[in-house]
């Protein structure tokens, strides 16, 4: 879903948690995949249709279980597969610091 390497990290917590994208990042939708740039670092990130799906909802306020609800409905894929694609995808922007976690984050 994030073009980069993955690095293991602890489980983050659900499904109540929301997600803010850094004051320092950047994203645009470009031909239906999300390009995000970290301008503090000057490197960029692509996204899948569905990481790019994945990255709207959670940076529009929805709590990662409304995500994960969302995406079943709206791709052909099993809710195992969708778990675990979110719960890399989380970990990939929080390792590369285009995202904020919280279960307290309110949305503005």
């Given at each position: 879903m994030i073009?980069s390497?993955?690095t293991a990290?602890?489980p983050l917590?659900?499904?109540?948690?929301?997600?803010?994208?850094?004051p320092?990042?950047?994203?645009?939708?470009?031909?239906?995949?999300m390009v995000?740039?970290?301008?503090e670092?000057?490197?960029?990130?692509?996204?899948?249709?569905?990481?790019?799906?994945?990255?709207?909802l959670?940076?529009?306020?929805?709590?990662?279980?409304d995500?994960r609800?969302?995406?079943?409905?709206?791709?052909e894929?099993d809710?195992?597969?969708?778990?675990?694609d979110?719960?890399r995808l989380?970990?990939?922007?929080?390792?590369?610091?285009?995202?904020?976690?919280?279960a307290?984050l309110?949305?503005?």
């Amino acid at each position: 879903m994030i073009v980069s390497r993955f690095t293991a990290m602890p489980p983050l917590p659900a499904p109540a948690l929301r997600v803010r994208a850094r004051p320092s990042v950047l994203a645009r939708e470009v031909g239906g995949e999300m390009v995000i740039l970290n301008v503090e670092l000057g490197t960029y990130y692509g996204l899948n249709e569905v990481g790019t799906r994945a990255w709207a909802l959670l940076v529009g306020g929805a709590v990662l279980g409304d995500v994960r609800d969302r995406l079943l409905a709206e791709f052909e894929v099993d809710r195992e597969t969708v778990t675990a694609d979110l719960d890399r995808l989380l970990h990939e922007l929080v390792r590369h610091g285009l995202i904020d976690v919280s279960a307290n984050l309110s949305v503005v």
